[in-house]
């Protein structure tokens, strides 16, 4: 994990399903891809910290979403270098060949959220907050690159949510009248 001087770090996972297993040779360029593209985020300006399986040098033999699905599960320091990393990097080339190894989205794919400098997010958390998303769109507890939220807009919905959760009062009052999708007192 590489140490860094922000408060705050953007988390990100994005998951794919694959149209055929990773020793299907339709799927070798992806995989050949792996190393390099791990390597180049492991070296890119602002990479934290990448999931990985035990004893693997990529997450890809984990299938928390299903035995189809890979994941990939990162920390940034910024927005902007996981977006100068995704698109401006040699990553580009594998969203942009995306569709020969993956199938087409049908709901969100990709979730952002922020988290404190120094947490490592877990698989669960990570697949929680791209529910939160889909259930409820973008907020700032769930966000994408196209609808994003700064650090400190999570920080003041994180600090309006908690007393809200801790008081009793507040807990009746709110499930006691029906919460409109993407209403963030529901988080």
């Given at each position: 994990m590489t140490a860094s001087a922000h408060a705050a770090h953007l988390a990100e996972l994005n998951i794919a399903m694959l149209r055929h297993p990773l020793d299907d040779p339709?799927?070798?360029?992806?995989?050949?891809?792996?190393?390099?593209?791990?390597?180049?985020?492991?070296?890119?300006?602002?990479?934290?910290?990448r999931l990985v399986e035990e004893g693997e040098a990529d997450a890809t033999g984990l299938r928390p979403a299903g035995e189809d699905v890979i994941v990939n599960l990162s920390v940034w320091e910024t927005q902007e270098a996981l977006w100068d990393f995704t698109y401006r990097s040699g990553h580009l080339e594998v969203v942009r060949?995306?569709?020969?190894?993956?199938?087409?989205?049908?709901?969100?794919?990709?979730?952002?959220?922020?988290?404190?400098?120094g947490h490592l997010p877990t698989v669960g958390e990570a697949l929680g907050r791209l529910a939160d998303l889909r259930a409820h769109g973008p907020?700032?507890?769930?966000?994408?690159?196209?609808?994003?939220?700064?650090?400190?807009?999570?920080?003041?919905?994180?600090?309006?949510?908690?007393?809200?959760?801790?008081?009793?009062?507040?807990?009746?009052a709110r499930s006691a009248r029906p919460t409109p999708a993407g209403d963030n007192a529901s988080v």
């Amino acid at each position: 994990m590489t140490a860094s001087a922000h408060a705050a770090h953007l988390a990100e996972l994005n998951i794919a399903m694959l149209r055929h297993p990773l020793d299907d040779p339709r799927i070798a360029p992806f995989v050949e891809m792996l190393d390099p593209v791990n390597a180049a985020a492991d070296g890119a300006p602002g990479f934290v910290w990448r999931l990985v399986e035990e004893g693997e040098a990529d997450a890809t033999g984990l299938r928390p979403a299903g035995e189809d699905v890979i994941v990939n599960l990162s920390v940034w320091e910024t927005q902007e270098a996981l977006w100068d990393f995704t698109y401006r990097s040699g990553h580009l080339e594998v969203v942009r060949r995306r569709r020969e190894w993956f199938e087409r989205h049908v709901e969100a794919h990709l979730v952002l959220w922020w988290v404190p400098a120094g947490h490592l997010p877990t698989v669960g958390e990570a697949l929680g907050r791209l529910a939160d998303l889909r259930a409820h769109g973008p907020s700032p507890r769930a966000f994408t690159f196209a609808s994003s939220y700064t650090a400190a807009e999570a920080a003041r919905h994180h600090r309006a949510v908690l007393p809200a959760q801790h008081d009793p009062s507040a807990r009746s009052a709110r499930s006691a009248r029906p919460t409109p999708a993407g209403d963030n007192a529901s988080v």
